[in-house]
């Protein structure tokens, strides 16, 4: 073999060496031009993994969802979901019949009959809450030509307080016992049974991760056979996992009764951006304010006008790729792992609480540096000793990482 051949093959294999190396190294990962942003990219893919204070499923599977997107030319496309996703198209390109199928998919699994369902892909859990509350609110005023009185527990999430104010609505908070659930005795106390009642229920509050007893304050209710009742749900997180455990029935309308509820599509379900699901029942919508509007060829009972076609591609496109066994699994898998964080932090006399069903865990905060390291959600409550920090394990929350944090805990 001449040295010429030799220095080619050898210049080959280098080459091949090199294209393997950037393949697994990244080092051929898109630059931008921008070093500040390309910085921010590398840094938040590095951290993703160590996100344990915030309710954000981050083992996201949509990476063949985009490479399907551009491959269609999509990327090029003003998409706009506008409007009621049952009603007569507009002149707006949408997604709308995608929407109709990840609705029908999911209000049996929340107990709404097909025939009887009304919702959307909604832009987040707030503007479900939003969605719930408004409509709550206007079902309520037609129905009855009374202005309602809106109950909160005094742990559900801050938007449900900042959209009451937002509508001008009255709100009563409601106290919550030291877990963090409404308390029926409390509902009792501030109920005004001469105006009809608009009440949301958290399934999962903020911080403590606290589920209200549906059926106990629902008996409060039924004291007062004469006042109109709404019951929104808001389910942001919890409504995502619970459906796929043996606790399905907790967010169950045909178990629990409630008219309307908000579910987030960017905490258990996966999207990579804010957004979520609102159900409500057909009845509940045709009692909504009436606004004709031509160029949108309908009437538009929703608060918002557009409304983002591509989450509901990306909802439609996890409910085939993922679905009901895949998200069963993880499911399940996220309240053993919570379980089995709770069993190390106990081992360690660490002192920490869980509610029962909640994949949250709130606990005695430890030092600034493993708070910033984990990222996470701080809170005080006295009853439990002054500064807390929780956790909230979701799908990327492995046993490795686990007890990673358990080792930096005893350190410290």
């Known amino acids: 073999m001449t040295k010429k051949k030799l220095f080619a093959i050898l210049l080959v294999i280098v080459v091949a060496a090199f294209v393997v190396y950037c393949i ?8 931008s031009g921008f070093a500040e942003l390309d910085a921010w990219a590398e840094d938040v893919v590095d951290r993703k993994l160590s996100q344990l204070g915030y309710p954000v499923n981050q083992d996201i599977q949509l990476k063949e969802f985009y490479e399907w997107y551009l491959a269609n030319d999509l990327e090029i496309v003003g998409l706009n979901n506008a409007g009621d996703p049952y009603s007569k198209e507009s002149g707006l390109l949408s997604s709308h019949q995608f929407e109709r199928e990840v609705l029908d998919y999911f209000a049996p699994i929340y107990g709404f ?34 202005e309602p009185v809106m109950y909160v527990s005094d742990e559900a999430h801050y938007s449900n307080a900042r959209l009451a104010d937002l ?38 509050s903020t911080f403590k991760g606290a589920i209200d007893d549906q059926k ?26 619970l459906p796929f455990t043996k606790h399905k029935d907790m ?13 987030s599509g960017h905490k258990f379900f996966g999207m990579d951006e804010p957004a979520g699901l609102f159900l409500t029942t057909r009845d509940v919508y045709d009692h909504q304010n009436k ?18 076609a591509v989450n509901v591609l990306k909802f439609w496109w996890l409910m085939k790729h993922v679905g009901f066994d895949k998200w069963s699994e993880q499911a399940n898998e996220m309240l053993e792992m919570t379980d089995y964080l ?52 979701m799908q990327h929350v492995t046993k490795e990482k686990v007890n990673e944090l358990i080792q930096d805990l005893q350190k410290k």
Request: hydrophobic share 40%.
């Open 113 to 146: 009959d097909k025939d009887e369902v009304w919702g959307m892909v909604s832009q987040s859990g707030t503007d479900g809450n939003n969605h719930g509350i408004y409509f709550g609110a206007n079902y309520l005023r037609n129905k009855t030509g009374k």
């Open 24 to 31: 697994f190294a990244h080092c051929g990962a898109k630059k």
């Open 291 to 308: 606004y004709d509007i031509a160029y949108l060829n309908e009437d538009m009972k929703m608060i918002n006008c557009s409304r983002s």
């Open 342 to 393: 709770k069993a190390e932090m106990d081992k360690i006399h660490w002192p920490n609480w869980k509610n029962d069903m909640s994949n949250t865990i709130f606990f005695k905060r430890p030092s600034p540096e493993v708070v910033k390291k984990y990222s996470l959600a701080c809170n005080k409550d006295d009853r439990f000793g002054g500064d807390l920090s929780h956790i909230v394990v």
């Open 251 to 263: 967010v169950n309308r045909k178990v629990l009764h409630f008219e309307s509820i908000a579910i």
């Open 216 to 241: 106990a304050l629902n008996a409060v209710l039924a004291k007062h056979p004469d006042m109109p009742v709404f019951r929104h749900v808001d389910a942001a997180l919890f409504g995502g996992y």
């Open 167 to 204: 509508q001008n609505l009255e709100l009563r908070f409601v106290k919550s016992d030291d877990m963090g659930r409404m308390i029926p005795e409390e509902l009792e106390k501030v109920l005004d049974p001469t105006r009809p009642c608009l009440i949301v229920y958290a399934m999962g």
